[in-house]
């Protein structure tokens, strides 16, 4: 073999190898970025089965409770005696709602 051939199988064999090493890293890099989405997916899936507020009956008045919080956020100014039995048997159940957006139409709701 020549000096020129040795040359050129070496600089072959480099390229292939350079390739081969690039393909490996972007599959890998490929593969992290699928995982870390899953795991950001499956977070989401759990806080979006979790509800935010809970409604109930605490000391003989309504309150909102922020997830799994025993002390009130919120205290509603609505006697629940003044509410249907159906709504007060509810209440002693607990009502969940996962945004602030139906928590605020429910509490305009029993306050009108």
Same mark, same amino acid.
């Given at each position: ?6 040359? @050129?199988?070496? +600089? /072959? ?8 090493? +690039?393909i490996t890293v972007c599959t890998l890099?490929?593969? /992290? #970025?699928?995982?870390?989405? *899953?795991? #950001? ?6 806080? &979006? &089965?979790?509800? =935010? +507020?809970?409604?109930? &009956? ?5 309150? /909102?409770? @922020? ?10 100014? /609505? ?5 249907? *039995?159906?709504? #007060? *048997?509810? =209440? ?10 139906e928590l605020r139409q429910f509490i ?5």
């Amino acid at each position: 073999m020549t000096i020129k051939s040795v040359k @050129r199988v070496y +600089f /072959v064999m480099a390229a292939a190898l350079t390739v081969s090493g +690039f393909i490996t890293v972007c599959t890998l890099g490929q593969t /992290v #970025r699928r995982h870390r989405t *899953e795991v #950001r997916l499956a977070a989401a899936a759990i806080d &979006e &089965e979790a509800p =935010l +507020f809970t409604v109930r &009956e605490s000391g003989g008045r309504i309150a /909102v409770f @922020r997830r799994d919080s025993e002390k009130p956020y919120l205290l509603v100014d /609505v006697q629940p005696s003044l509410l249907s *039995e159906q709504d #007060r *048997e509810l =209440l002693a159940q607990g009502i969940y709602f996962s945004s602030e957006q139906e928590l605020r139409q429910f509490i305009e709701d029993i306050s009108s």
